[in-house]
């Protein structure tokens, strides 16, 4: 009987070898546990010691690896006494709406002494992305990457690289980063700014008393190495280069794009770029500065300083005599404060690969064609709200900030939730406007009236809608660029340009050929950009800018997608473990 079982077995074997399946099996994804104590931890920057909150205790927080096709179980635990929430930020979600984690969209924040496991599949998807908390400024100090491996097997669609390297800018408060928001709320003013930007958490020399918190990379002569470059800043776009060394953008929001090259490239919070970044063939006696600065268009107070991290060759054998201290210091040269020339040219030379294998799906007809004005406003200052002091807003008003002049009021329970329990009365209008309710010259002179609405408004879309979406800054408190941010799917960046938007003229320019496929695009300061998507993802998704202080002004709103009639095309229920608000 064992003779004949083994037999069996082996001939079964043999079969899987002869049919090519055994590679097969070794292709299968598989899941993924990760957990996140949200914990307090003690960190000092700038000779400036304070408590930050941090996922077990790391800053920036841990790197969280995966292929695509395969799941990931992260059981997020909150020790600290702030509500928490995370969001896997490009992540599409598919069915799994209930793991997005904005904070009272899809799910309550998980309070203190609680934990949530976010469980999702990483669907069709691979390259770089990112995590961070989702809840009020906190994502601060709380974020990581988030890398996508290709399937095992699968090649990337240019050199393979010699090395990996995770690049992640951030903001640095000496302040708590709560405080702030709370006060520049409370006044109606803006915020103060940040004290530092950071590479993977750290300075670096340019600041005060922060030469030994420089990150270095360390690199070999003749290789190639892929930056997977991230900007989790809170409210600052940021322009990047690295001295006299070239980078080839291959990569931007996790889709592959035409190779180019360039010597600079621009990141908007929320987006990330991969680049390859090739050495020279020999040790060039020398060290490179690697800097980041803002690009900035807005008529606001901002952090006017500059991060640098360090380019170093290792030595070999024949350099090794000169100390790394001794050799030349090469700076680059990143476009100016306000170079909107150079963001347009960067932002246009981004096209989708659109190969066989990595195809751009353009929707080709629009079933629903939308209109959004973005930008700033105001709110009447509450006397009784200040004691009868004066706002610190515009001629004593409160900042506010809205799409369509919505400026939206986020509730006190989930939408989601809310949407799926038959329970929206008292908590959403499914009336959000197409286009705005008052047309107007949108990049023209200021407005005399700035005031704006306030509501917690959601667009309604049936199943498989396609959508073209035209965003058009506004003027009405100065133009100014917005990364906007779109919750659960892609979309194609078919059109943009300045001025107000032409129905008539401008859509026939559009690119529906090999668009820039991504998740979050800079909306141009005083212009436009037109998106399209199909909603294949039910579910409620937040839209919102990713500067952190527009979205709390209410520069946000949601989508309501419903289920399809298919199995595959309905939310699935909500999980036990979901948290209560």
């Given amino acids: 009987m064992g003779v004949?079982?083994?037999?069996?077995?082996?001939?079964?074997?043999?079969?899987?070898?002869t049919l090519g399946l055994i590679p097969q099996l070794a292709l299968a994804s598989i899941t993924r546990h990760y957990t996140f104590d949200v914990q307090l931890q003690n960190v000092t920057r700038l000779c400036h010691r304070k408590s930050i909150l941090t996922i077990n205790g790391q800053f920036p927080g841990p790197r969280i690896v995966a292929r695509e096709g395969d799941r990931l179980l992260i059981k997020v635990v909150n020790h600290v006494q702030s509500n928490i929430s995370i969001h896997w930020h490009g992540i599409r979600q598919l069915q799994t709406g209930w793991a997005d984690g904005p904070a009272y969209i899809t799910q309550c924040p998980i309070q203190t002494g609680n934990s949530y496991v976010y469980n999702f599949t990483i669907v069709g998807q691979r390259g770089t992305l990112w995590w961070h908390a989702h809840i009020s400024w906190l994502r601060s100090t709380i974020y990581g990457p988030l890398v996508i491996l290709p399937k095992r097997g699968v090649?990337?669609?240019?050199?393979?690289?010699?090395?990996?390297?995770?690049?992640?800018?951030?903001?640095?408060?000496?302040?708590?980063?709560?405080?702030?928001?709370?006060?520049?709320?409370?006044?109606?003013?803006?915020?103060?700014?940040?004290?530092?930007?950071?590479?993977?958490?750290?300075?670096?020399?340019?600041?005060?008393?922060?030469?030994?918190?420089?990150?270095?990379?360390?690199?070999?002569?003749?290789?190639?190495?892929m930056l997977r470059i991230i900007n989790a800043a809170l409210n600052d776009e940021l322009f990047f280069s690295i001295a006299n060394?070239?980078?080839?953008?291959?990569?931007?929001?996790?889709?592959?794009?035409?190779?180019?090259?360039?010597?600079?490239?621009?990141?908007?919070?929320?987006?990330?770029t991969n680049v390859l970044?090739?050495?020279?063939?020999?040790?060039?006696?020398?060290?490179?500065?690697?800097?980041?600065?803002?690009?900035?268009?807005?008529?606001?107070?901002?952090?006017?300083?500059?991060?640098?991290?360090?380019?170093?060759?290792?030595?070999?054998?024949?350099?090794?005599?000169?100390?790394?201290?001794?050799?030349?210091?090469?700076?680059?040269?990143?476009?100016?404060?306000?170079?909107?020339?150079?963001?347009?040219?960067?932002?246009?030379?981004?096209?989708?690969?659109?190969?066989?294998?990595?195809?751009?799906?353009?929707?080709?007809?629009?079933?629903?064609?939308?209109?959004?004005?973005?930008?700033?406003?105001?709110?009447?200052?509450?006397?009784?709200?200040h004691n009868n002091q004066t706002c610190q807003g515009p001629n004593g008003t409160m900042f506010a900030a809205s799409i369509n002049n919505i400026?939206?009021?986020?509730?006190?329970?989930?939408?989601?939730?809310?949407?799926?329990?038959?329970?929206s009365n008292g908590v959403y209008s499914p009336y959000f406007p197409i286009s705005p309710l008052i047309p107007f010259n949108y990049t023209g002179a200021q407005l005399n009236n700035t005031n704006v609405s306030n509501g917690t408004k959601i667009m309604v879309l049936p199943f498989n809608t396609s959508v073209e979406l035209v965003l058009q800054d506004t003027s009405i408190l100065g133009a100014e660029s917005h990364p906007l941010h779109l919750h659960g799917f892609n979309f194609f960046v078919v059109g943009q340009g300045?001025?107000?938007?032409?129905?008539?003229?401008?859509?026939?320019?559009?690119?529906?050929?090999?668009?820039?496929?991504?998740?979050?695009?800079?909306?141009?300061?005083?212009?436009?950009?037109?998106?399209?998507?199909?909603?294949?993802?039910?579910?409620?998704?937040?839209?919102?800018?990713?500067?952190?202080?527009?979205?709390?002004?209410?520069?946000?709103?949601?989508?309501?997608?419903?289920?399809?009639?298919?199995?595959?095309?309905?939310?699935?229920?909500?999980?036990?473990d979901l948290p209560k608000c």
């Fill in 245 to 272: 060394h070239t980078l080839k953008v291959v990569e931007a929001d996790a889709v592959y794009v035409k190779p180019f090259d360039t010597n600079t490239i621009l990141i908007a919070p929320g987006q990330t």
């Fill in 155 to 225: 090649p990337y669609p240019f050199t393979k690289p010699y090395k990996e390297v995770p690049i992640i800018f951030g903001e640095w408060w000496n302040a708590d980063t709560e405080a702030v928001i709370k006060q520049a709320l409370q006044t109606g003013g803006g915020p103060n700014v940040s004290d530092a930007y950071t590479i993977n958490g750290l300075p670096g020399p340019l600041y005060n008393c922060s030469a030994k918190d420089t990150f270095k990379l360390k690199v070999q002569a003749g290789k190639t190495y």
């Fill in 407 to 423: 400026s939206f009021t986020m509730p006190n329970t989930a939408l989601l939730q809310s949407h799926f329990f038959g329970q």
């Fill in 498 to 576: 300045f001025g107000n938007f032409n129905q008539n003229k401008d859509p026939k320019k559009f690119n529906l050929i090999d668009p820039v496929e991504r998740n979050t695009v800079g909306v141009p300061s005083g212009g436009w950009v037109a998106i399209r998507f199909l909603a294949d993802n039910p579910g409620v998704w937040f839209m919102h800018c990713h500067l952190e202080i527009h979205t709390s002004w209410g520069l946000r709103m949601a989508w309501l997608v419903l289920d399809g009639k298919l199995p595959n095309q309905k939310l699935l229920p909500p999980p036990l």
């Fill in 4 to 17: 004949a079982l083994f037999s069996l077995v082996r001939l079964f074997v043999l079969c899987c070898i």
């Fill in 277 to 385: 970044l090739k050495t020279r063939p020999s040790h060039p006696k020398a060290t490179f500065f690697m800097t980041a600065r803002p690009y900035v268009t807005g008529l606001g107070t901002f952090d006017n300083s500059t991060v640098a991290g360090i380019l170093e060759y290792e030595s070999t054998a024949l350099h090794s005599t000169l100390p790394m201290k001794k050799l030349p210091l090469h700076k680059p040269i990143l476009p100016v404060l306000n170079d909107t020339s150079f963001a347009t040219k960067f932002s246009n030379k981004l096209r989708s690969l659109n190969t066989p294998q990595f195809p751009a799906n353009v929707p080709q007809r629009v079933d629903k064609r939308l209109f959004f004005t973005i930008g700033l406003g105001t709110n009447p200052c509450s006397q009784q709200k």
